[in-house]
Every structure is written in structure tokens, then in C-alpha cells.
DNA sequence: TTTAGTGCAAAGGCTTTGCACACCG
DNA sequence: CGGTGTGCAAAGCCTTTGCACTAAA
């Protein structure tokens, strides 16, 4: 667990290159993002919301949805749409990896899989596209669901 | 173009599995869904039901959402969500494959490229999870659009 | 005739927006 | 102080649901 910036920096610098003023609100979303990203974590605006109220009830909905937003944009999160068509949210400005899932209770964890660079470059001749990106996502059932 | 088993039967077959009656809403339905995958195109719910409309401008939009929750569970529909929060669909009842589509133009083609077996098998039991499915989708720009 | 399937409109979630106010710098 | 960022509530989407009615078998 070294790491040359540590996850709370990288937090606060997507911040601040998004907004001018530290404020209340943002801090406390500073906060808990923190935690999620340690415990890698996967969140919906909700989770989010209902968390920090704890703290401060006053605090409103769309302040949070307004930061996600900026937050998403800049890449620091990474936003995840579940089958049942909710929108689950992560912490993830660091390397390239993908998401296993488990169809159970929904715990994520990173994984270092991903496609053959060769295969890439096969498909955007074939199809004469320009890859620019791409999204995966593993499904599956972790140890303890399935010993349920 | 010479399928043992076209896709205009892929459909009724499908249709006639989830539903005893074959009624009006789903011959025009079915009609479109035969379009859509002889184009390869995606579409939304809306999409759907205005290109329904013009045959029958009383046809519910609840009778197309109705179909097509029942079409995707059959697997003879595939959902795909994009970027900005929107949902599209694809008829895609055989083979196993995934989509490159255009950022641009969002034209959709297929592409027979995925994750090598023994990768999946590896990330498997690294994480200890039963690996049950994945999803995965190719984004770049095609030649048309690179070109303007 | 029976009842699956439909159409309509209302209700439900989630998300965005408008606007006056608060508070950071 | 000045203007960014906030809170609140209203409005907007997309989607689902309840219910009386239509029409397929």
C-alpha cells in the first residue's frame, strides 16, 4: 500500500482543477470519497448522499449529484450502469483494470484482465475504426454467495 | 445473407415463447425488430414506438416497453447502455460477440473479438469468484466520421 | 366466452434546473 | 464585498403500474 500520491491527494487536486472554493460541502464529499476508494467501494449518488447527511442533514441532493458530475468528467470516478438500470459510481483515477462484480451482493473487485493489444489492432483494421476506448465488465458470484 | 434459421424466425420464435396470442401491437413490433436487425441498427424504446406509430398512432408506449422487458429476458434483445445515461437495444439472438460503435455517428457494428479463456479462468481463481458472464463493448470513431 | 394483452393516464424513481441566498477568498 | 457554490423545491425524463376495456383463441 505505498503509493507516491496517495489516493486523498489525487481526490483533492480533481477538486480543486474543478471548482474554486473548498467548501463545506465538497469537503465532506472529499471525505467519504476517500474512504470508498480505500475500501474500493462502489456507491450510487444515494449512498453518497445518505452518508454525508449524517454529518450534516442539511446538505443538499443535487450539491452531491453536481460534484459526481464534475468528478466523472475529469475521471477521478467511474460510473458503472448495474443490468437492473441503476448507476453505481467508484473512485478510480489511478491505472488501467476492469471490474469483476458479483451478481449476488454486488462487491466489486479490481482485476488485471484485459483485452490483447494485437486483437485490437486486428479488429480496427478489419473495421476500419479508430479504437479509441472501450468498457468491460466481469459478472460472476464470490466465494462466500456461493456458499450460501 | 443465408441463415438456416433467419432472423425474422429468431423473432416470431422468441415471441411466441413469451405470449400466447399474437396480437397486432407485436406483429408491428415484430415487423420493426426484423428492420432494425437486418441493419444492425440500435434503438430505444422511443425510437421503437414512434417507428410504430406511423402504422398505428394508437399503439401504447407501455405495450413497447412491455415487449421488449420480455425480449431481453428471453435474450433475443440486448441492452446497451451508453455513456450519457441512455438505453439502447439490439436484436442479437445468436452467436456470442460484442459491439464497436462510432462516438460520433453511433453506428454499431460487431466484432468477434473477447477475452482470452485461459485469462478468465486465471482471474477466476486469483479472486476466487465464479466467473459467470461479462460485457463488453469497443468505442472509437469510424472511417466516415474520421473523415469530416 | 374467457382471459391475455392493451391503452391510457397516473404514479414512481432518479436527475437536472432556476433562483435567491450563503459564504469562501 | 463579489461571485462561486449551495439548498430548496419544482420540473423533467424515462419507466412502471393499475385498471377498465379489447380482441385473440
Redesign the interface.
Known amino acids: 500500500m505505498t503509493e507516491a500520491h496517495p489516493i486523498e491527494e489525487q481526490i483533492r487536486a480533481a477538486f480543486d482543477e474543478v471548482s474554486q472554493r473548498r467548501t463545506r460541502p465538497r469537503r465532506l464529499i472529499e471525505q467519504r470519497l476517500v474512504e470508498f476508494a480505500e475500501n474500493e467501494t462502489n456507491f450510487t449518488v444515494d449512498d453518497l448522499w445518505q452518508d454525508i447527511r449524517k454529518d450534516d442533514p442539511h446538505l443538499g441532493r443535487a450539491t452531491v449529484y453536481r460534484s459526481i458530475e464534475k468528478l466523472v468528467n475529469k475521471g477521478l470516478l467511474n460510473?458503472v450502469?448495474f443490468?437492473d438500470?441503476t448507476?453505481h459510481y467508484r473512485v478510480c483515477g489511478h491505472s488501467h483494470h476492469h471490474h469483476?462484480t458479483?451478481?449476488q451482493c454486488h462487491r466489486v473487485?479490481e482485476?488485471d484482465?484485459c483485452?490483447?493489444k494485437e486483437?485490437?489492432a486486428?479488429?480496427?483494421n478489419?473495421?476500419?475504426?479508430?479504437?479509441?476506448?472501450?468498457?468491460?465488465?466481469?459478472?460472476?458470484?464470490?466465494?462466500e454467495c456461493?456458499t450460501e
Open positions: 460510473r450502469d443490468a438500470g448507476h469483476l458479483c451478481n473487485v482485476v484482465i483485452l490483447p486483437q485490437l486486428k479488429i480496427g478489419q473495421t476500419d475504426f479508430t479504437i479509441e476506448g472501450h468498457s468491460l465488465s466481469l459478472f460472476g458470484r464470490c466465494s456461493r
